[in-house]
């Protein structure tokens, strides 16, 4: 059986390798527990080059035939792992890093593609420098960062100071400092192959990732092209501007956008697969398997469009249930307030928590895109206020 190198994990993917025949082994910062009992090893550093490839050395692997990342934070050392081991897909590292860098990402992009200013914040500088740069509010997080980690938007010198805690302080290159961006987000998932875009779904956040890392519950929904259609058109067009400038090798993406009234401002861009739910449920809106489709390109394969998808008759949407701010919940709870397609939750209050403090989540869909927009609303009110309904707000 061909083996699979697969820097970090997720359930989805690995119940996708295994139908193609394919035997994942992974390289990972924790234990894999799971009933499949996978092959792994784990590294401190997913992004440390040597470390993972030293993992992968040290494992008998037989007809090792490629190797993908499921996090932002791998996509790099995989690069380099298949150029050290003659593997198919991308293996230009220096390219990579066109999609992890974001000043480097955004100092690339052509004149017309709206985004924010950003600049590098090297040890020592002071918050008067990028406040008077960006203005304020102005916005603090990891060059090569991935899912709003170690993210804050800065007001003041007193949260400059607490924004910075996190990291190292020896880096010149560690942390960026961005223009504030005051609008809701979308995200554009697609298919780019052969120098073009192949297929795209939008998609809209109920809040941005920053919301969900301080307490919010992460949740989004596939957008209805016939009700927004210069909305798709839109991005769409940046989607092509910014993949072809950037250079990006035959991929899955992902691309997030800031909505506004005068239209969309880029925000970035990964050559990855989408976090969460996403290819769940795009798979089950438009019947495209984007798991598929990154596995094949990591075997040297050429997936060919328009890879079975479809016009929608159902619009899906998930959400990354956790526990309530107040209170407890239990899935029969959830059950009888709301109808679900899928629904897992845990009420044990010793399970650990994911990411965006995830222990649960489900998908719903709708015949009505905006329905289906306010159905996901009210489950995340129900969630975090331990059982209340009504109208969606967060702070």
């Known amino acids: 059986m061909p ?3 697969v820097i970090g994990y997720r359930e989805d993917l690995d119940e996708a390798l295994r139908r193609r ?8 910062p924790t234990a894999i527990v799971s009933a499949e009992k996978p092959k792994f090893r784990r590294v401190a550093d997913m992004e440390n080059v040597q470390e993972v490839l030293r993992a992968v050395l040290a494992e008998p692997l037989d007809e090792l035939a490629g190797v993908l990342s499921v996090h932002e934070m791998g996509v790099f050392p995989a690069a380099c792992l298949r150029r050290q081991l003659g593997l198919p897909g991308n293996a230009d590292a220096r390219k990579v890093l066109n999609f992890r860098d974001k000043r480097l990402q955004k100092s690339l992009l052509p004149p017309d593609v709206r985004h924010a200013r950003c600049r590098y914040l090297p040890a020592g500088t002071p918050y008067e420098e990028p406040a008077a740069e960006l203005g304020t509010p102005f916005v603090v997080k990891p060059a090569t960062g991935a899912g709003a980690q170690r993210t ?7 949260e400059y100071a607490r924004a910075l805690k996190p990291f190292s302080g020896g880096s ?6 961005e223009s504030f961006v005051d609008a809701p987000e979308v995200y554009l998932d697609g298919v780019w192959q052969h120098g073009t875009l192949q297929w795209s779904s939008l998609s809209s956040n109920h809040i941005s990732p920053l919301s969900a890392v301080q307490g919010g519950v992460l949740a989004a929904h596939v957008l209805d092209r016939q009700r927004c259609p210069d909305l798709f058109a839109q991005a769409e067009t940046m989607a092509r501007r910014v993949l072809g400038a950037l250079d990006a090798p035959d991929c899955v993406f992902h691309m997030e956008a800031f909505h506004r009234p005068d239209g969309l401002t880029f925000g970035e861009c990964a050559v990855r697969l989408p976090g969460a739910l996403s290819p769940r449920v795009n798979q089950l809106t438009y019947g495209v398997d984007l798991l598929g489709i990154e596995i094949a390109l990591a075997l040297g394969e050429t997936p060919e469009p328009p890879y079975g998808h479809r016009t929608p008759d159902r619009f899906h949407g998930y959400l990354l249930l956790r526990r309530p701010r107040v209170g407890t919940l239990t899935q029969e709870d959830f059950e009888r307030a709301f109808s679900f397609d899928e629904l897992h939750y845990s009420a044990d209050p010793d399970a650990p ?7 649960g989540e489900a998908v719903v869909s709708d015949t009505d895109e905006s329905r289906l927009g306010h159905t996901i609303d009210e489950i995340a009110r129900f969630n975090e206020t331990g059982g209340v309904r009504g109208s969606f707000s967060l702070a």
């Open 21 to 28: 025949g394919v035997d994942p082994f992974y390289v990972v």
């Open 3 to 5: 083996a699979m190198v």
């Open 353 to 359: 928590a994911g990411p965006y403090g995830r222990i």
């Open 152 to 158: 804050s938007v800065v007001r003041s010198p007193e």
């Open 172 to 177: 010149d290159v560690e942390v960026v400092a």
